[in-house]
């Protein structure tokens, strides 16, 4: 993989959550080829993980980028995603239902391509990894998702979270560290 995936931190904190998803991202993607970016504070615990910095990717004039928005009109495909030298998605802990926060955020505001891979919110996680699919060559009409996770909190809890996964032997891809953290969190 020659490209470089940019998460570009879009809430107003570093969050255990998202910090928990990026840990997944540096699992899918060298160091080298991993960018946050928009990082106000505590960029010294993703510093492990990829490249770190303050500046928005807005403000990077970069060139071959292609922006990753599920209201985008057009689907990254394969073929088309070896073109671009960088991709932006943005790190955002999604709503329900999505705000088109992406959209306002950065397609709105960047030079460059924007595309979707579906109409259905992804976590950043799992956007990394439908993209690292496309990329490797595989078109989102061969991959299986699950639209929706419950996860039980005990006996009688649960939560669901109004997402979509990736199955990969029919099992929905998610952090086992996200997991964790859910079962163990006060409140939503």
């Known amino acids: 993989m020659n490209q470089l995936i940019i998460i570009e931190h879009l809430e107003p904190k570093l969050w255990p959550w998202c910090t928990i998803e990026y840990e997944s991202i540096s699992k899918l993607i060298p160091k ?58 943005g790190g955002i802990l999604g709503d329900y239902p999505p705000k088109k926060r992406t959209k306002v955020e950065l397609t709105n505001k960047m030079k460059g391509v924007a595309r979707n891979m579906g109409k259905k919110q992804f976590s950043t996680d799992n956007a ?41 032997n029919g099992k929905p891809r998610i952090s086992s560290k996200l997991i964790s953290y859910i079962k163990k969190k006060k409140s939503f």
């Open 128 to 168: 990394v990894y439908v993209l690292k699919q496309i990329i490797n060559g595989t078109p989102l009409s061969k991959m299986k998702f699950q639209n929706k996770l419950n996860i039980k909190i005990n006996k009688i809890e649960s939560i669901d979270l109004p997402y979509y996964y990736p199955l990969i």
């Open 32 to 89: 080298d080829n991993l960018w946050f970016t928009n990082i106000k504070e505590n960029g010294s615990k993703l510093g492990k993980l990829g490249k770190v910095t303050k500046e928005s990717v807005i403000d990077m004039n970069l060139e071959d980028v292609c922006i990753l928005d599920p209201d985008a009109k057009l689907t990254l495909n394969p073929e088309e995603s070896r073109k671009f030298k960088y991709f932006v998605i």
